[in-house]
């Protein structure tokens, strides 16, 4: 009994050691980024605060002002570490700043370090234009929402990227707060409450917090099925409480929707007011992303009477990418310290996209359930607009919801010749050049618009030109 129990032991000290190797596993390249990213944080964030009470502000201005100091506050996360801009920078178009984790495990460790979520942190630039999520008869097609999968729908609040903002603080593998009150509780601590009090009224923060409010949001969530609002709150008090998390979220939308996110100051846009030039090559490169061979303009639009180009037309699509084993994700199928384990299927774990919001219990619309299985393996389709924006010309950005494809050239062989390759044997040198590997989900692949485009190598190159004018802040114009 004695030896088998030390056996047993000696196993599972072995076993826990080796979990936890995988989940600490951010290299010193890694680390080292990320603590310049902080640094940036904590930078934009005082250069902010410096704002609050200066110069005369309408209230809108008001409004996204107080959603940027939220945008870059890391008080907002369980251990004060991370704020929504640790995984969306404005040097690389609000999506992933650190080349290393892009080059690598794609997605961003949360609060808790050791936890990694399953996908690629998107762009959410021009991301205020997508619609409340609907299902449309004539495109035969979901349109609009917020995430990879459109599951932030917008259709309680209005707004999906105020719903989306409700996500991240919440999420066990993100921010990691056990309770919205959290959230409330924290920002009523920040420099900016007065302003808040201002915009949004008094009662914001007038709440009757429990003696043990703060040590309840000391622990990570998330929180357990026997007590789900573990800050125990009067019912009134979690009605304001909600009322102000209603607000946060909406004033994070309001600074995402605002004109320096959204600058549309890209060489794209000089071109078309007539006060830029496309090299030659940048023209070709735009002409075949608008033509018929490559079919690119039908889902990433470039703008029609009364239409913004937004390179986006917010529907779904699967454009059959294999799957991306590098994303810790795969490996979190036990428990951590805290008894959370974020992928129990391990290995099997499927990303199912649209679909599966829609099969699962976050479908807000009965009448949706039934699509569910042809929109398994689909993604929103995102802006290209910020696709090439970087802050230095060797950063590693991730494409795609899963961050398999690294850069813009590698994207556009993909839809050149994912069909007319073979198919990659295991461990295969040629991947990603000369053969690709099977797709996570054949069964809904569009197999009409992409695959076997016919493109030479300079076509390739002639549309990756083009690409990479869509990025703003172009200071060349005329
Ligand atoms: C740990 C990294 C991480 C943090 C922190 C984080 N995000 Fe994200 N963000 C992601 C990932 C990953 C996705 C895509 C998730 C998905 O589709 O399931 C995403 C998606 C989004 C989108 C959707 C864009 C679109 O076009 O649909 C928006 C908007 C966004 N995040 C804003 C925020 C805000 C606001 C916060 C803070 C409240 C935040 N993010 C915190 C990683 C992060
Ligand atoms: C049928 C619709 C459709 C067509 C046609 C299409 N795309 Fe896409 N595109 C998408 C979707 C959907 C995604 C995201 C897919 C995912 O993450 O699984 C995407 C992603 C991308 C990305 C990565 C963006 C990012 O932020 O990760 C680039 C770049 C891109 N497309 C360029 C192109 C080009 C160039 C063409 C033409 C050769 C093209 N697309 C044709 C729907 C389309």
Redesign the pocket.
Known sequence: MNSRFTTYAAGFIVLSAAVADVRSTLSPGARKEIASVEAEINRIEAQTLVRVGQGSMDRSQQVILLGKLLFYDRELSVRRNEACAFCHMPETGF?GPVSTLNQTTVSYPGSIRSRFSER?P??HTYASYSPVLHYSEGQGDFVGGAF?DMRATGLQLNSPLAEQAQGPPLNPMEMGLIDAACMVYRASERPYRPMAERVWGAQAFAVKWPGDVKSVCERPGPAATSDLLPVHLAPVDRGIVQATFDQIAQAIAAYEGSEEVNSFSSKFDLVMADKAKFTPEEQTGYD??RSKA???????RDGGPGEEPLF??F?????G?PANRAIPYYEESSADGFGFTANARGLKFDDT?VGGFLGGPKNPDGKWTSQAKSFI????????RN?DKRPRPDFV???????Y?KS?EE??HF??TRDSLPACKAGDPGEKVSCWPPPEHAETM?R???GR?G?STKDESE??AF?KTLTDGYAGGK
């Open positions: 999506s690629s998107q762009t990879w075949l992303f490559t079919h690119c303009n039908e889902c990433h986006t037309d529907t779904a699509s699967n454009l990418l996209g393996g689909k993604y929103k389709t995102p802006t290209l696709v950005k991730a494409y795609m919801h899963n961050g494809l813009l994207v556009v839809y050149n569009n009409r618009q992409l485009l493109l549309i990756v690409l």
